[in-house]
């Protein structure tokens, strides 16, 4: 690659994967869910989303969004700065199409304010941070803004992808995180990810 390229200049991204790290296959999703310690909600007293510094600097220009730009989409090139300036995105919670940067957001699979009620509260500040730029599991995806801002820290028993076909690998990738942090589920959130790991064929 050239030392200099201006802002003019499109470079294609790195060839992209189209999904986030894969969550484990169903049956070790239900025995770590079976792991997991079901206790009540934390209080969400000091939380800030502050609390968890995320779009941090990736190397080659590139924040964390960015490189889950890049990731997920097809044919997304960028600019000197690492934005994305085209591509093609599907939203796998909504099976949207998105044609622009602008209409994508890179959810949290466990959103940060439930880790923080799930036991986040008690971690230090570089565990967070660690948490809410996770590049190597399947904690952070591109989806819809409409579908993100939907769902907003609402867990599965509050909220699910709107498409059904997706529920078995959502609930893989959320119970997997949850496992990989120690983070507590909810009974109703226990419920209904068993719920929906049962769609998984």
């Known amino acids: 690659m050239a030392a200099a390229v201006t802002a003019a200049v499109l470079a294609p991204?790195?060839?992209?994967?189209a999904d986030p790290p894969e969550a484990?296959?169903?049956a070790t999703a239900r025995k770590e869910?079976?792991?997991l310690?079901?206790?009540?909600?934390?209080?969400?007293?000091?939380?800030?989303?502050?609390?968890?510094p995320h779009w941090i600097?990736?190397?080659?220009?590139?924040?964390t969004r960015e490189v889950v730009l890049k990731r997920d989409g097809q044919g997304v090139t960028t600019d000197a700065e690492c934005r994305a300036v085209s591509g093609t995105w599907i939203s796998h919670y909504d099976g949207k199409i998105l044609a622009s940067a602008a209409g994508v957001d890179i959810d949290h699979?466990?959103?940060?304010a439930?880790?923080?009620?799930?036991?986040?509260?008690?971690?230090?500040?570089?565990?967070?941070?660690?948490?809410?730029?996770?590049?190597?599991?399947?904690?952070?995806?591109?989806?819809?803004a409409a579908s993100n801002r939907a769902k907003g820290d609402q867990s599965p028993d509050q909220w699910k992808p709107p498409a059904a076909s997706y529920?078995?690998?959502?609930?893989?990738m959320w119970t997997h995180i949850k496992y990989l942090y120690a983070l507590n589920v909810t009974q109703p959130e226990e419920t209904a990810l068993t719920t929906m790991l049962d769609t998984c064929h």
């Open 13 to 17: 991204a790195a060839p992209a994967s």
């Open 24 to 26: 484990p296959p169903v």
């Open 33 to 35: 869910l079976a792991h």
């Open 37 to 52: 310690t079901i206790a009540a909600p934390h209080s969400m007293a000091g939380y800030s989303r502050a609390k968890f």
């Open 57 to 63: 600097e990736q190397g080659n220009n590139c924040s």
């Open 109 to 112: 699979v466990v959103p940060l």
């Open 114 to 144: 439930n880790a923080w009620r799930s036991g986040a509260d008690a971690w230090t500040t570089p565990r967070r941070k660690a948490f809410a730029n996770d590049l190597s599991d399947p904690q952070l995806i591109a989806v819809s």
């Open 167 to 172: 529920w078995c690998t959502y609930a893989r």
